[in-house]
């Protein structure tokens, strides 16, 4: 900073000596060189630095010899650790004991005393600590893609979009919008009183918990943990037992960037757990907010655990989202839709909450997409350097091709794939293979149930009017994320986005809403609550609303006129003198407010 300081002051010395400056008394001349100064000192002292630090933290160890498991599943036999493998090849990663009630505890308690201290940073604190955890994440991409792709089952190219990309920008917008989203905001006053101010402040919770899935192993597990950090409170993370193994190597990397700057690694917290422990978690007194993103039937569970506590739960749960095709869409942006038509079914192997679930097209449009879409969906490779890679587990494999069958049964066409693929290098792998079922109607299973897999469900619209087009939407108990093309100037794009029972829609485009941070959830069977966004931020405070007097200087405060005072010695006096500053305060017109004036003068 001498060196930057020493710069700037030689430059306004010259610009001072300047013949521009001659006609200036000397002492005028002094008192402006040494303001300037002065400005320039105060400028470089408190302006805020926005170059991270570059740390590092342990790379992920990777067994020594490759090995093959016996049998691809978390659970063993003899013992209560959990069995880490590639669900793409099934190599043996490791064995994670499972934390106990006492290790939740600990968790709790040390992530309490670490955000008593976090709680006082600055924004421009924690802003710090996200830049360097940016900086990290973008020189460490291809590593961070490694440990996700081993643990998860997914291609580079699914990592890349799925875990780092959004993890990005998660940070940049955070960094750049998280403090506006927090600053305390001025609310509106009354009449009556008008002598108050009123301010909204966003303070910490204490220690948060998050409870993630494993379809993006990463970004699930690091998302929370920066909102939590930028919101001031502390953060124990509860991560899949699917993918217990990266989660050392993720959590390093958030506590590393605290570490850097001198804050307390313990502020995140990383448990592995059966289901019947997490209950200790969700229902634990230090937990001050639970957000949780999985399935439907376990979000029961989480959430009547949380009510013992009294904890609020934010709950995203999957969904069934629909991509409507219009027949306005032309055909110089046909190929483009069907481009993101296959990247959203197929992303993760189809294992994606705001995955494309159904395509729903207009009469108009139906057959050319099906003739476009049916050689695409054939040609589509599986493997972990493919085009499409493995599933987190087979466990799904049974009910996905009972589904199919079912649908076959009343009338769709399977045109690609149905069912599971043992892949001749990767025989222990968990590959389904990539499908194409058409003609699918809205009573039909596989038209209602999440698949969370790489099937792609195309449904003709009964017309193609919008409401036909809704009501194929809208039918599923779900509503998480949804799409809508069609040309800009189609009148019905803006009777679906209106109508469409969903958290989120994107119009001509794919899950661009959480790409650029918007508020993240749906509704009905997909959750409630938001997370991104100024609402996923705001969701982690103690939204306090503070009303004081503006001019208590002056003796303007609140008081108890006489008729209302205890004991109060005339009922009906006091009734007639508070139905006065009521009529004050609220009444219609300039007469009524009149009249309320006079009634207090009457009952006073």
């Not at 002051?9 to 200036?24: C, M, S």
């Not at 990663?93 to 600055?122: C, F, H, M, Y």
């Not at 001198?262 to 639970?290: E, K, N």
């Not at 043992?422 to 389904?432: M, Q, R, S």
Request: with cysteine; proline share 6%; charged share 20%.
């Amino acid at each position: 900073m001498a060196v930057e300081v020493a710069s700037i002051i030689r430059g306004l010395r010259l610009a001072l000596e300047d013949k521009l400056f001659d006609d200036l008394p000397k002492l005028a001349l002094a008192a402006l060189w040494t303001g300037l100064g002065a400005l320039t000192l105060w400028y470089l002292a408190f302006r805020e630095s926005t170059t991270p630090i570059r740390y590092t933290v342990p790379r992920q160890k990777r067994p020594e010899k490759v090995e093959i498991v016996d049998e691809p599943a978390i659970k063993i036999s003899g013992s209560t650790a959990v069995q880490c493998y590639a669900p793409a090849t099934g190599q043996f990663l490791g064995l994670v004991n499972p934390s106990t009630t006492n290790a939740i505890d600990r968790a709790v308690e040390q992530a309490q005393a670490a955000q008593t201290k976090w709680a006082t940073t600055s924004f421009r604190e924690r802003r710090a600590v996200l830049r360097s955890m940016l900086r990290y994440v973008l020189d460490n991409q291809e590593e961070i893609c490694r440990v996700a792709c081993l643990d998860s089952g997914k291609t580079m190219v699914d990592a890349q979009l799925g875990e780092v990309l959004v993890t990005a920008e998660k940070l940049r917008w955070t960094i750049n919008h998280g403090e506006k989203a927090l600053r305390p905001s001025r609310r509106p006053t009354n009449l009556l009183l008008s002598y108050k101010r009123n301010t909204v402040y966003y303070e910490p919770l204490g220690v948060v918990a998050a409870l993630v899935s494993w379809n993006y192993p990463f970004h699930n597990f690091i998302g929370p943990v920066i909102s939590a950090l930028f919101s001031g409170n502390g953060i124990v993370v509860k991560v899949s037992e699917q993918t217990a193994w990266s989660s050392t190597y993720f959590t390093n990397i958030a506590r590393g960037a605290l570490v850097a700057h001198g804050h307390d690694p313990a502020l995140v917290q990383t448990l592995v757990c059966w289901p019947q422990t997490a209950g200790h978690l969700t229902s634990h007194p230090g937990i001050s907010h639970i957000t949780f993103i999985g399935s439907r039937p376990v979000c029961h569970k989480v959430a009547a655990s949380a009510a013992k506590a009294l904890i609020p739960v934010v709950a995203e749960l999957g969904g069934k989202d629909a991509s409507i095709i219009l027949d306005s869409v032309s055909k110089r942006d046909l190929p483009r839709v069907i481009e993101i038509l296959m990247r959203g079914s197929f992303q993760a192997s189809g294992q994606n909450c705001i995955g494309i679930e159904r395509i729903v097209a207009a009469p108009g449009i139906y057959d050319r997409l099906v003739s476009i879409l049916e050689p695409r969906v054939r040609a589509l490779r599986l493997g972990p350097t493919a085009d499409v890679g493995a599933m987190i587990s087979d466990t799904s494999f049974s009910r996905l091709e009972i589904l199919i069958a079912d649908a076959v049964k009343h009338g769709a066409r399977l045109l690609a794939g149905g069912k599971r693929f043992i892949h001749p290098d990767h025989p222990k792998g968990h590959y389904f293979q990539p499908t194409l079922l058409v003609d699918v109607t809205p009573d039909m299973a596989i038209a209602n149930e999440e698949c969370f897999a790489p099937v792609m469900v195309i449904m003709r619209a009964p017309s193609a009017s919008a409401e036909a087009i809704l009501a194929i939407a809208n039918a599923p108990h779900f509503g998480l994320g949804s799409s809508v093309f069609g040309a800009e100037s189609d009148p019905r794009i803006r009777k679906i986005v209106k109508g469409i029972k969903a958290g989120m829609i994107a119009v001509n485009d794919f899950g661009a809403t959480y790409a650029v941070q918007m508020p993240f959830g749906g509704v009905s069977g997909s959750g409630y609550g938001r997370f991104a966004g100024d609402e996923g931020l705001q969701g982690l405070c103690n939204v306090k609303a503070v009303c004081e007097d503006r001019v208590a200087w002056l003796g303007i405060r609140t008081g108890i006129p006489p008729p209302m005072r205890y004991p109060v010695a005339d009922q009906e006096r006091a009734w007639r003198f508070a139905r006065g500053v009521v009529e004050i305060g609220y009444g219609m017109g300039l007469w009524r407010k009149v009249e309320g004036l006079l009634g207090l003068a009457k009952n006073s």
